[in-house]
């Protein structure tokens, strides 16, 4: 059994983190692209294409988290009938559920966002295809946020409105933007928190 160490904890959470918020990127800079050229097949309209995969990655955050927060409390029920220590019972669940990975059933989570989808009145679909299609983006995007739950801090995205004023801290604008434009017209891309704070930037599309 390895000795507990408070220094080599934070070296591993760094080390975690830094791996998952390189992940989030190659998501945005490789996947995310390819599920645009994939919509584009069945819708024609960019924007539209845009905003699916936009709530795509909210839905999947917010699902993965749910099912986090069910998962931490079965641990914890389990591993605090003999916890004893060093590390306090807190860093005992998240370091079980990090080994244990496969207790997560993304699957459920993946089916859970294209149910919720499928009942978002803001965007449509072709009644010939199915937001299934996008399974593959979504399944990345719930795996990627449940591992974010189990930093410390954890790592979470800033869900964005239609029609906020535009902060530079927080987004890139698009290259098919009014570059004048002080409101966000629609949402690309989340930013990434952590304790409220962007540490990578999301990105809109600003219009008149």
């Known amino acids: 059994l390895r000795s507990w160490s408070p220094g080599r904890d ?3 959470n760094a080390s975690r983190r830094a791996c998952l918020v390189a ?3 190659f998501i945005y800079a490789q996947e995310r692209l390819d599920a645009e050229i994939l919509l584009r097949t069945f ?4 924007e539209t294409v845009q905003r699916i995969i936009y709530i795509a990655a909210v839905e999947s955050f917010h699902a993965a988290k749910m099912a986090f927060w069910k998962l931490k409390i079965r641990v914890k029920a389990t591993l605090c009938l003999d916890h004893s220590g060093p590390e306090s019972l807190e860093d005992a669940v998240l370091d079980y559920i990090v080994c244990h990975k496969d207790l997560y059933d993304v699957h459920a989570s993946v089916q859970e966002v294209i149910c919720c989808m499928n009942m978002n009145p803001n965007i449509s679909f072709p009644p010939e295809v199915d937001f299934i299609v996008l399974s593959t983006l979504i399944q990345e995007l719930c795996s990627l946020a449940f591992s974010m739950q189990t930093l ?3 790592l979470d995205i800033a869900v964005g409105i239609d029609g906020e004023l535009f902060s530079a801290t927080k987004y890139y604008r698009s290259f098919d933007s009014d570059f004048t434009a002080d409101f966000v017209a629609y949402h690309v891309w989340p930013a990434l928190v952590e304790n ?3 540490i990578v930037k999301g990105e809109v599309v600003t219009k008149r």
């Open 10 to 12: 934070r070296r591993v």
């Open 23 to 25: 992940r989030f990127g």
């Open 152 to 154: 410390v801090p954890p």
């Open 43 to 46: 819708i024609s309209d960019m």
């Open 196 to 198: 409220g704070a962007v």
